[in-house]
């Protein structure tokens, strides 16, 4: 007989599925998908939020930390090295269309796929690493010069394949290494996020200009009501639901009607656009941890 304790030997739920039906299950998990909150949870997060952002930054605080962000990204990738976010582990369950494992390539068309703030490549190792495509071609750029300096160190990276680069997505114009409407997928993981809420639309107005029409783009980032938002004290506040971080980067936390608004002015057509309600715990310590992120795939007319 084994001593291993029955709920060990069940199969685990595929991510995306790990459904919470009863609380008492709350801790078998280390995290539930799509959990529903309660009016009184929603009314506290409302709460914490006014508290946090009732006084905003200064003007000459402000433009100091947008001047400097990229400055701050590179001592943050300077600490953390390729150590951060490394495990992507949802990635093709979330965004199967990034799933191109094929060998098979005697009728396929090259494809060419391009992640915008890539960091130290926790996306587009994982894209070399299970795609041996060889008409696959993956370009990624940064604004820290850091992230990819140790993007390009990394034995994984086949330069053949790929093709990586500093950018500052914020410019009007993009200097890149491919023409407009070339792409069949830009991913945007975690980026828009740390952009100057003025700038959002011209990033994603870019986006639209890049992509070839019927192509792709890709998104996740951090919702409204967010555990990080949460956590903010007061005086970290620039402007409504954009704060500064420790280590002096920056943050947004989206809605989806906002984020809708701003997708369809660029032109693109919604295929998703869900919150994904998260609940992580703590088992050792009888943690529990709310996150909420905003995921979309929107298509560029053909």
């Not at 799509?34 to 000459?60: I, P, R, T, Y």
């Not at 300077?78 to 199967?96: A, M």
């Not at 200009?209 to 970290?236: H, I, M, T, V």
Request: with cysteine; aromatic share 12%.
């Amino acid at each position: 007989m084994s001593d291993i304790p029955a709920d060990e030997n069940e199969k685990r739920p595929q991510f995306g599925t790990r459904l919470l039906t009863d609380t008492d299950d709350v801790f078998k998990h280390n995290a539930w998908d799509h959990v529903q909150w309660d009016e009184e949870q929603e009314l506290a997060a409302q709460a914490a939020v006014a508290k946090n952002s009732s006084s905003k930054m200064d003007a000459e605080q402000k433009d100091r930390f947008q001047s400097d962000a990229p400055k701050f990204w590179d001592s943050f990738y300077g600490i953390h090295d390729n150590r951060f976010f490394k495990d992507r582990h949802w990635l093709f369950t979330e965004f199967p269309e990034l799933n191109l494992s094929t060998t098979d390539t005697t009728e396929q068309q090259s494809r060419s796929i391009f992640e915008l703030g890539c960091g130290v490549g926790n996306t587009i190792l994982p894209l070399l690493q299970y795609s041996s495509d060889p008409k696959l071609k993956i370009f990624g750029c940064d604004f820290s010069a850091r992230a990819i300096e140790i993007l390009r160190s990394q034995p994984e990276l086949d330069e053949k394949r790929c093709e990586v680069f500093v950018m500052d997505a914020t410019l009007d114009k993009w200097q890149t290494p491919f023409e407009e409407s070339s792409q069949d997928i830009i991913v945007m993981i975690f980026v828009l996020s740390a952009i100057e809420p003025k700038k959002m639309q011209r990033v994603l107005d870019n986006c639209y200009r890049f992509l070839k029409p019927g192509g792709l783009l890709l998104f996740r980032d951090y919702g409204r009501y967010d555990l990080a938002q949460l956590r903010f004290k007061s005086g970290k506040c620039l402007e409504d639901n954009f704060y500064v971080r420790g280590d002096g980067t920056m943050v947004y936390f989206f809605t989806e009607e906002e984020l809708r608004s701003m997708m369809t002015q660029a032109g693109l057509k919604e295929e998703q656009l869900i919150v994904d309600r998260r609940l992580q715990v703590n088992r050792s310590r009888g943690l529990k941890m709310y996150r909420v992120w905003i995921q979309a795939k929107f298509r560029k007319p053909l």
